[in-house]
């Protein structure tokens, strides 16, 4: 097997953002599609991702689940795609600051709103604060530069950037005017729209009435 890259997805799943990343690193890889309740809770799959879920991914010998790690992971491990600041460069800490702030503050704030979970008066409990102040810091950040950690498209934008799109989609946040700027910069990347044609192929067709 060697190192052989295997993507286990689901087309209508997070496992989007894995595959733009994949699709932006450009190695070859062979994808699993996992089924919601079944192959995905197999053994085999257990064993891969004790938690039933996708994405994840394994590269050789290594697993790596979860979106923000796996964006992280293939952008060191496929340094030609210049998908990451090298270390030393100055881009390295927004760099981090902006992939974390997406799955921490993020993706906490998204899912609070779109199960419409009441946390006004608890700001200094919940750790992303308010939706408000979540879309104000990437906004101040977006007004300032074109990408997340400067002037160079990172994997930070790959994972940030696919939770903006779903946020502002469905009403998890406003579309602030540079937030939609950003989203449409870095949609009609190549690779973006390659990823998305793939994924949108494999969603399966709705069952008959």
């Not at 496929?78 to 881009?91: Q, W």
């Not at 502002?168 to 729209?193: C, N």
Request: aromatic letters at 10%; hydrophobic letters at 45%; a negative charge.
């Amino acid at each position: 097997m060697g190192d052989e890259l295997v993507f286990y997805t689901h087309p209508q799943s997070r496992g989007r953002i894995a595959r733009w990343m994949l699709e932006e690193v450009g190695a070859p890889y062979r994808t699993e599609i996992l089924e919601y309740g079944g192959s995905m809770k197999s053994p085999a799959y257990l064993a891969v991702n004790p938690m039933g879920k996708v994405p994840a991914i394994r590269h050789g010998d290594t697993v790596v689940t979860e979106g923000a790690a796996i964006c992280a992971y293939l952008a060191d491990a496929f340094p030609e795609a210049g998908l990451a600041p090298p270390v030393g460069d100055k881009a390295r800490g927004p760099y981090y600051r902006w992939l974390f702030f997406g799955a921490g503050p993020v993706e906490s704030c998204m899912m609070t709103k779109m199960l419409k979970f009441d946390t006004s008066g608890k700001e200094l409990q919940v750790g992303f604060g308010s939706v408000e102040s979540v879309a104000g810091a990437l906004e101040a950040a977006l007004e300032k530069t074109d990408y997340f950690a400067g002037d160079r498209f990172t994997a930070a934008d790959v994972y940030l950037g696919s939770q903006l799109g779903w946020a502002t989609q469905w009403g998890a946040m406003e579309v602030r005017p540079a937030i939609a700027a950003y989203l449409e910069r870095i949609t009609a990347r190549p690779a973006a729209v390659r990823a998305k044609e793939i994924d949108d192929k494999l969603v399966p067709a709705p069952a008959a009435s």
